[in-house]
Structure formats: C-alpha cells, structure tokens
C-alpha cells in the first residue's frame, strides 16, 4: 500500500481547517485533504456573515450571554467565554490578510439576526461572506509553502494504533493511500444531506463524525441539529438558503392567505430563536393545508435589497422570482448541527493524536441551538486553537499501516440515499416522537450490512457515512426524554428530568 508522511494532516477545507493549516504551517509539513475542491465547503456558502464584538454599543458579556441564551441552558460556558473574548482578534487578523468586510463609509457594516440583542454581524459583498473568507484564506495558504493542497481525494478511516491516531487512510484517483501523521485535524464540516431538505452543499454527509465514531471517539449533544427557517421553495428551484440577516433588515413572514404570523408564536416575532420560527413555520403549513409560506420583503427600498442581498437576488431571480416585488415561497431546511465529536477547548478528542474544529467538532459553544453566524466565528477562533494544541502532540509517527477495503458497490445506493433522507426529514425532523424515531430505526436498519463493509468509492463511503449518523442522531433524539432548544419531541413537550445534562455516545454505547 502507498504510504505518505506528513508532518500534520487536515482533513476538510473549510474556515476551521485551513485556519488551522495557517496555524501549523511554521512548524512542519501540513496536508490539507479534501473530497472534492478545496473551496467546496459549508463556508462557501454562508450568507449572513460572522458575529463578532466590533463596536462599541456592544460587549464580549452581552455577545456571551446571547449566545447562552439560544443554547438554551446547554452550552459550556467556558468555551463561549473563549469564543467571543477571541473572536474580534480573529477578525482583525482577518482584515489584516485583505478580508473586505461591507462598510458604512469608514465604519464596519453591522447587521442583526435572531436572538441577537446587538447588531454585530459582519457580512461580505452583501450576502457572500462565506466567499469572501474563502477567498482570503485560500490566498493565505497559497503563500505558505509548508501547507500543500490534497484535493479529491475521500478519507475511508482513520489510522488508530494503541488506541492512538496515526493518520487516515484516503482514496485518490482510486487509490488506497495511508497517510501517516503526529498529529490528524478533523474540520469535514456538517451533516445537513442527511435530511431530505437542506441549506447544505452536497459534500455535508458527516464523514468526519463517521470516521472519528468508527474510530472510537466520543460524540456528543447529537440530537440537536438546526433546521433555518427559510430556504427557497419551488419545485423548479435548487434549495436555497435565504439569510436570516433578511429578517433582520425587515424581511416578514405570511402565510399562505397573507397574514403575518410571527407575533402569535413569539414577542420577537420573525427575530425568535431558530427553533420557534421554524416550528411556526410548520404549524402554519399544516393548519393552512400548505407546503411552503412567504417572505415578504415588498416593503423595502428596492435598491437597498438589490444592494444588501445581490446574489439571493440575482438566484432568486433565475428562477423567476423578484425578492423586492414578489411574495418568496420558503420552508425551513435542515442547517446545522450543535452535536458532534467532543472536544476540549483546544480541539482535542477522546482520542490522543485526533482534533477536530468547526461544524464536525462539539466544543459545546452552541449548546441545544446555534446562535446565527456564531459558526463560522467557531471555525476561526477554535481552528486556530486546534492547529496550535496539534503542533505540540507527541506521537511517535507510525511506520505501517495495512487496509485492505473491498471495492464493492451497493446496489439501489441512491435509493437507499433518497429514502435515508426522506425518513430522516419527516420522521427526525424538526418534530419528532418515539413513534417516529422508532420507526425511522427500523426503517434504517435494514441496510445495518453497510456499515460492516470497508468501500474505497465516495459514493458509498459517503451513504455509510450517513447511514452511521443518521443512527447515531436517532438513538440521542431517543435518549434525550423532552424539548430542549433545536430538539423538539411532540410526546415530551417539557425539559424532561436531567435535560441539563449531556448525551455523549460512542461505539461502546450503540450497536448498530
Ligand atoms: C443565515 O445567513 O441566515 C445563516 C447564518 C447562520 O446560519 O449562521
């Protein structure tokens, strides 16, 4: 088998990993290994922007308790303490390397989601954050020269020897590589294909929570996942995130008949955390027998929302709807998930020689329910910890490593993808029971033979992957007995008793 060895090894190209490759990059050779392009990630996409404390009506205090509050009792404090008192360095470090953040004349341009009581979202060419930090962090890391690029190229597992990390093995041009490194950074991002309606790209299949699970590592709070209110609606059109950052410049929702709404459910009305907006969403869908409602954003200057939201204009557009003259049909769509594989505050796992930052790792900054562009703020400050704790590891590099996968492929695999989606939407979504969950067990486990056999093809790497998950997020929607934050059960609408603590799982607990 080839064998490569690299100093660090970073696996996913998004804000965290390569965040974390800057870090590393003065102390020995780094691989960034990605699935498919590097710039193909969750923050290619982000819209709405980065929540930071940059002036002066606002505090890291006001900025920590928001974020406390739509965690809903359950995030660690210490590691939101950590996010937003390092968070405004990470941005100015960020100006330093040629970010272009919107401005108001010499002033940075601030705007509001929900749940945040200040205006303190930094947003990019109107509503293309996620490019713009792109941009700026692939410029960096093409200037370092200890930090190569590894693109198309699939992780199949990890490397653990001794109950230690020594890498992972990949498939390149379908060929089996190890990759032996000190010290393994996982930051593969999120899981949102798991669900038949999401804001996600289609690289989000939760390998890294996959492979580090199959690894042994811990995971935890894996029920909470976040589903945005509003993703564009039309049969014809691509799912679509249409940013909350809309709302907070004034946006509404109507439904169908063209009443407002939001005020019946929550005093904060279409500023509500998450969670209540999209659960009204749905409420309003079934009582007036309808698939989708609006946002209406008919009252606004033109010119503004041309200027503010260009590229939700310019999609909306393609598929011939005008966001300043015509009601857009949305629906809430899986978005993000708050659970994933446990770290400290220095991106360490339950395994020696793994980390992990961003989306794929729980440090617990977002407890039961994300506060809106905290994520990608997670990515900075927590990618830059990790890559800092990583150069310090001291596993002694390991000289073999031996894998031997079969490369099978799974008959109906798209069929079995579809429908893994379809029960994972309708019967764990945004309302679930033990009625639903149940049967989205049974439903799932007729297909448990794939996550007994090794493949060396994305396709079916990823559906293991999802399949492994969507497990995993069924048995903690099961175990956590009540309704806290993003995590909503129809037949245990209270807390529940012990809701405050955390449900931790890892292969030792679940049987597949
Ligand atoms: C949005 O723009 O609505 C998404 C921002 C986020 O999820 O943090």
């Given at each position: ?19 974390a490759?800057?870090e590393l990059?003065?102390y ?318 220095d991106g ?7 980390y ?26 927590y990618g830059a910890r990790a890559g800092s704790a990583a150069r310090n ?120």
């Amino acid at each position: 088998m080839k064998t490569e060895e690299v100093d660090f090894l970073i696996i996913g190209s998004g804000v965290a990993g390569l965040r974390a490759a800057i870090e590393l990059a003065p102390y020995g050779g780094v691989l960034v290994v990605t699935k498919d392009k590097p710039n193909e990630s969750s923050t290619e996409y982000a819209q709405g922007g980065i929540a930071a404390v940059m002036s002066d009506e606002d505090t890291v205090g006001i900025h920590l308790e928001d974020t406390l509050k739509a965690g809903d009792g359950l995030c660690r404090e210490e590691a939101v303490k950590v996010l937003v008192e390092e968070g405004s360095e990470r941005i100015k470090e960020l100006i330093s390397w040629g970010a272009e953040f919107d401005r108001e004349g010499m002033k940075l341009s601030l705007t509001l989601e929900a749940a945040h009581s200040r205006r303190r979202i930094l947003h990019a060419r109107g509503d293309s954050t996620g490019k713009e930090l792109e941009r700026v962090l692939l410029k960096k890391v093409l200037s370092l020269k200890s930090v190569r690029k590894y693109p198309f190229a699939i992780t199949m597992d990890l490397i653990i020897k001794d109950s230690e990390c020594h890498g992972a093995y990949v498939v390149k041009d379908g060929e089996v590589i190890a990759l032996l490194a000190k010290a393994t950074i996982l930051t593969t991002g999120g899981a949102g294909q798991l669900f038949s309606r999401t804001t996600n790209p289609m690289v989000a299949t939760g390998d890294g929570m996959s492979i580090a699970f199959r690894a042994g590592a811990l995971l935890e709070d894996m029920e909470f996942v976040q589903f945005h209110p509003t993703s564009l609606y039309s049969p014809t059109a691509p799912q679509f995130l249409l940013s909350e950052s809309m709302r907070g410049e004034g946006a509404v929702l109507r439904n169908i008949n063209g009443e407002r709404f939001m005020e019946r459910y929550h005093p904060m009305a279409e500023l509500a955390p998450r969670d209540i907006v999209s659960r009204a969403i749905i409420s309003e869908m079934v009582r007036t027998d309808s698939r989708h409602v609006y946002l209406d954003l008919r009252h606004m200057d033109k010119d503004f929302v041309k200027k503010r939201f260009p590229a939700i204009y310019a999609t909306c557009l393609r598929y011939d709807v005008d966001i300043t003259s015509d009601l857009i049909p949305v629906s809430p769509a899986a978005h993000y998930i708050m659970g994933g594989v446990k770290t400290d505050l220095d991106g360490k796992t339950s395994i020696k020689g793994l980390y992990a930052a961003g989306e794929v790792a729980c440090t617990g900054v977002h407890g039961a329910n994300r506060l809106a562009s905290n994520s990608l703020l997670e990515g900075f400050v927590y990618g830059a910890r990790a890559g800092s704790a990583a150069r310090n590891t001291v596993i002694s590099p390991s000289k073999s490593a031996c894998y031997d996968p079969a490369s099978g492929s799974i008959p109906d695999s798209e069929e079995i993808r579809r429908s893994l989606r379809k029960i994972m939407w309708e019967k764990v979504g945004i309302i679930r029971c033990a009625n639903s969950l149940d049967e989205a067990r049974r439903a799932l486990r007729v297909h448990n033979h794939i996550l007994n056999e090794d493949y060396c093809r994305r396709h079916e790497l990823e559906l293991k992957n999802m399949l492994t998950l969507a497990r995993i997020i069924i048995e903690a929607a099961d175990m956590r007995k009540g309704s806290v934050g993003a995590h909503y059960r129809s037949d245990f609408k209270d807390r529940g008793p012990n809701w405050n603590e955390h449900i931790a799982i890892d292969k030792g607990i679940i049987f597949f």
